[in-house]
Structures are given as C-alpha cells and as structure tokens.
C-alpha cells in the first residue's frame, strides 16, 4: 500500500482558503486518491477522491499533477465549522476492497 | 444519517467483562470493517467482513473477535476487557465500487 505523508497541523481564519498537500511517492497505476474529513467523536466523511489533474464538488477540490506523487486538498473560504482532522488515502481499485489504512492525518484548526 | 448504525453509542463496563457492539451496513453493502480509536490516536483497522466471510485482519487482539451474519449485520466481541481497550470503535461498509461509509461510532469506557 503506498504510504501518504501530510502536515501534522495546519491553522487558518474564517473565509481564507486552505491548502493541504499529502505525499504519495509510491501511488500504484490502479490507486485513488481519496480525502476523508472527521469531526471529533465522529466517524469519517468522505470528501473527495480522484485519480488525476483536478476533481472538484461542492466541498472541496482536489489537484494531482501528473506524476501523482502528490495531491492537494483546497477548501474555499473555510469556516469554524471546518475544524477537524483530514485525511489522504490512497486506495487501490483492483478486485475486492481492501480495508482503508489511515495515517495521523491533519488537524486543521480555524479561527475567527 | 450515513446509513451505518451502530449500538450502542455509549458503553460503561469494568474491566475484565465482555462486551458485544452491533453494527448494521449501509443498504446493499457487502463488506464491513470495524476501527479502533484510542483518544488522540489514529483510526486502527481491526477487520473486514465480505458478505458473511472474513476477508482481511488487521491490529486486532485475540481478546477481540467479529462475525458477519446472513442479514450481513456485524457484531464485534470484546472480551477480558482492559482499560486500554477505551477507546470509540467504529464501524464501516462499502460495496464493490463505491465509497466507505462509516457509523457515528461506539464510545467504550472500561472502568
């Protein structure tokens, strides 16, 4: 499985954007990208996934280069609301699912 | 309301007891997968569930076993509890293509 490396904290104000970079050095051909976000006490949301150039919804948006080594997560204008920790994923999409292998994820803290 | 439900949400216990926490899959899914979350820590996979079979192990304790049943809800059982087995215990289901989902969780207290 290939192994993600992202920030261990990030701080931001209300109404900023937010970049979060993770690392994915070892991404396999057939691997998503996959963001999950998780309030505490909470089990996680997903965000957004993609496999290449950019992916974006009505929450975020997502953006690979071309060599998939890396992805970054941009939340428009942040709110308090989105205080929370953020994890990237790499998820293969070969036969059957796997069990999803999280890392320590980024807690992302947003001030007034 | 993710479409994953877990009971129940709080559980108090001494230790040394057993416990069983209920999970029931988003409709359709086939797999489950149980995490672990101590406080402050990372969410630890313990097992899968495929339509009835084990499918994968992860950081699970002997102490700790699960099973999926026809009607594909699980169940995990925790036995010989310690105080370091507190700790919230999620539940997850996916189908063969789609995203995980997960369960507001089962916050375990051994006291």
């Known amino acids: 499985l290939a192994k993600t490396t992202q920030p261990i904290s990030m701080d931001s104000y209300e109404g900023q954007e937010v970049n979060i970079t993770c690392s994915h050095n070892?991404?396999?051909?057939?691997?998503?990208i996959t963001w999950y976000q998780q309030f505490p006490s909470q089990g996680p949301r997903f965000i957004i996934q993609?496999?290449?150039t950019k992916v974006t919804n009505e929450v975020a948006s997502l953006f690979i280069p071309a060599d998939r080594k890396s992805s970054t997560l941009s939340l428009p204008r942040v709110s308090l609301s989105d205080t929370a920790v953020y994890y990237c994923?790499?998820?293969?999409?070969?036969?059957?699912?796997?069990?999803?292998?999280f890392g320590s994820g980024t807690r992302l803290q947003v001030q007034p | 309301d993710s479409g994953v439900t877990q009971t129940p949400k709080h559980l108090i216990t001494a230790t040394g007891q057993r416990v069983t926490l209920r999970c029931s899959p988003r409709?359709?899914?086939?797999?489950v997968y149980w995490y672990q979350q101590s406080l402050d820590q990372g969410l630890q996979f313990l097992i899968q569930?495929?339509?009835?079979?084990?499918?994968a192990k992860g950081n699970i304790l002997e102490r700790f076993s699960a099973q999926q049943f026809p009607d594909l809800h699980s169940e995990l059982n925790l036995s010989s509890l310690e105080l370091g087995d507190s700790a919230l215990y999620f539940c997850?289901?996916?189908?063969?293509?789609?995203?995980?989902?997960f369960g507001s969780g089962t916050r375990l207290t051994v006291v």
């Open positions: 997850a289901s996916s189908d063969t293509a789609g995203g995980y989902t």
């Open positions: 409709s359709g899914d086939l797999s």
């Open positions: 070892n991404i396999a051909t057939n691997d998503y």
């Open positions: 994923l790499v998820e293969g999409r070969d036969t059957g699912r796997r069990a999803l292998t």
């Open positions: 569930y495929y339509n009835g079979e084990e499918r």
């Open positions: 993609g496999y290449k």
